[in-house]
């Protein structure tokens, strides 16, 4: 059984900064392609949006439009964690935010789909206050 858990929310100023990590045990950490989503507090499980996605070994990493620039994702495969590094933060920003595994070892179908992912963890809350 694959765990997966995030760990790094809070509460932030506009302008701060926010790393979150994510570890993901139960099997070969390398083979999970790793994506981070974040849900609003006003919408519903199915309109988690797609924040950043990085690839086995880490060499590519997907971020969203709203997010780069601003936003970097990393892994360490030796420590089993994804990063999700959150500079420049705005209230907007603010979400619980969700990192996923898939597993298998093959390409998501749909990298900034919910669905292509087959592990979630419960979420950390990150607040950013104007």
């Known amino acids: 059984q694959v765990q997966v858990v995030e760990s790094g929310g809070g509460l932030v100023q506009a302008g701060g900064s926010l790393r979150l990590s994510c570890t993901a045990s139960?099997?070969?950490?390398?083979?999970?392609?790793m994506g981070w989503f974040r849900q609003a507090p006003t919408k519903e499980r199915e309109e988690r949006e797609f924040v950043g996605a990085i690839s086995w070994s880490g060499t590519t990493t997907y971020l969203a439009d709203s997010v780069e620039g601003r936003f970097t994702i990393s892994r360490d495969n030796a420590k089993d964690t994804v990063y999700l590094q959150m500079n420049g933060l705005k209230p907007e920003d603010s979400a619980v935010y969700y990192c996923?595994?898939?597993?298998?070892?093959?390409?998501?179908?749909?990298?900034?789909?919910?669905?292509?992912?087959?592990?979630w963890g419960q979420g950390t809350r990150v607040t950013v206050s104007s």
């Open positions: 996923a595994a898939k597993t298998g070892g093959t390409m998501p179908g749909k990298i900034r789909d919910t669905t292509s992912y087959n592990h």
């Open positions: 139960g099997r070969t950490f390398s083979n999970y392609f």
